[in-house]
């Protein structure tokens, strides 16, 4: 069971930056593909950016392009996102997941393991 751990979330205003964390504390987090959702009440959770496991390739929603880097240090068990340019409709919770060696997916069901969620909220 592979446990993660978000934080960073919290209030900013439009404009703004923020940089999310999402740690575990499993050993063998290089060799999961990383990823980067949210979701708002009534709506279904979304795709914001991914990562492979070697850092190689990473992918975005077209949303966020321009404005939110994803990375991650192996060495520390760490994925990141760095918010940029934040706007009220990135205002969600947002979720970190992991999926075995996985690679350029965009799809909920393809990350087995999920963080509890940090909350973004950007004020206009």
């Known amino acids: 069971q592979v446990q993660l751990v978000e934080s960073g979330g919290g209030l900013v205003q439009a404009g703004g930056s923020r940089r999310l964390s999402c740690a575990t504390s499993e050993r063998t987090f290089s060799s999961y593909g990383m990823g980067w959702f949210r979701q708002v009440p009534g709506k279904e959770r979304e795709f914001v950016a991914g990562?492979?496991?070697?850092?190689?390739?990473?992918w975005y929603a077209d949303s966020v392009k321009g404005r939110f880097t994803i990375s991650r240090d192996n060495a520390k068990n760490t994925v990141y996102l760095q918010m940029n340019s934040l706007k009220p409709e990135d205002t969600a919770v947002y979720y970190c997941a992991a999926g075995y060696r996985l690679i350029r997916s965009q799809t909920v069901g393809d990350y087995r393991y999920w963080g509890q969620g940090t909350q973004v909220t950007v004020s206009s």
């Open positions: 990562i492979s496991w070697t850092a190689v390739n990473t």
